[in-house]
């Protein structure tokens, strides 16, 4: 009989606790759901953006560098303004299909669609890393350049700096501010790359001849023409002149103040 009453006071007590859980159960299930931290798979873009840089990497960082932050002839397309405003492709993809060839950039048409697709998301990936990084590598913005005054410098090119003796803002620096923009316009107002030096040649029968230097060592000298003709002579029996406009630049160097290159930077931004 004890045995019988200790049984069902044990049942009831199982079913009680069974009830007890289900009304708990109940209570956690009417509670809203505590939202899991989702894990985002590796998006789309970062996919492309690796198949990207491996393809980057092979066929374009020797000129624009690995990083895509400029290289041994590229510039840094991270601060590049045709990149900068590139939507989707419409700008990088014709000059990687077409290259540059003024600029010394070939084309690249052996690219897939797709493949280029993933070169130009690694890019954008580059230039985005690039801007959130605190203290990262920087280049010079236009408006570091822009703080001289345009006046100023005008009268710099026209008067001390003798700039007009050279050149002209209608001749052969007309649209030179759309052709170099920044730091690249700086760089050539300071020290032109590849400028071409004038030869002037007195034979000793009193000839003159006037061309492009094309090459001078220790005993020749030799020019090419107006004609396209190249003519040298043994640097021991003529007399001749060389006019490099480089060597006008350096010897300006210890003349310039810091305002009249930002002078004549204000100046020469203004020639479009």
Not at 1 to 28: D, E, K, N, P
Not at 32 to 58: H, N, V, W
Not at 109 to 123: R, V, Y
Not at 225 to 245: F, L
């Amino acid at each position: 009989m004890m045995g019988a009453v200790a049984y069902r006071l044990r049942f009831s007590t199982l079913i009680f606790s069974l009830l007890l859980s289900a009304g708990f159960l109940a209570a956690q299930a009417a509670q809203p759901a505590t939202p899991k931290k989702a894990i985002a798979p590796a998006s789309a873009s970062s996919e492309a953006a690796g198949r990207g840089k491996t393809l980057f990497q092979r066929d374009c960082a020797f000129c624009h560098g690995r990083d895509a932050m400029g290289g041994e002839t590229g510039p840094d397309l991270t601060r590049s303004r045709l990149v900068n405003g590139d939507v989707g492709g419409d700008k990088i993809r014709a000059v990687v299909t077409n290259g540059r060839p003024d600029k010394g950039m070939p084309a690249f048409a052996k690219f897939q669609p797709a493949q280029l697709a993933d070169i130009i998301a690694f890019i954008h990936d580059q230039k985005k890393n690039a801007s959130s990084k605190a203290g990262g590598r920087r280049g010079v913005d236009v408006a570091d350049l822009q703080t001289g005054n345009v006046e100023a410098g005008k009268a710099y090119f026209n008067g001390p700096g003798k700039c007009s003796t050279c050149h002209s803002p209608t001749g052969d620096l007309a649209g030179v501010a759309s052709r170099y923009i920044g730091l690249e316009l700086e760089k050539r107002m300071l020290y032109p790359e590849n400028a071409k030096s004038k030869l002037t040649v007195t034979t000793s029968s009193g000839q003159t001849l006037t061309g492009t230097l094309a090459y001078k060592d220790e005993f020749h000298v030799g020019m090419i023409d107006s004609d396209g003709w190249y003519k040298s002579w043994p640097a021991s029996t003529v007399q001749y002149k060389i006019d490099s406009p480089a060597d006008a630049h350096v010897e300006q160097f210890p003349k310039y103040t810091d305002d009249d290159i930002h002078n004549l930077m204000a100046y020469l931004q203004t020639l479009k």
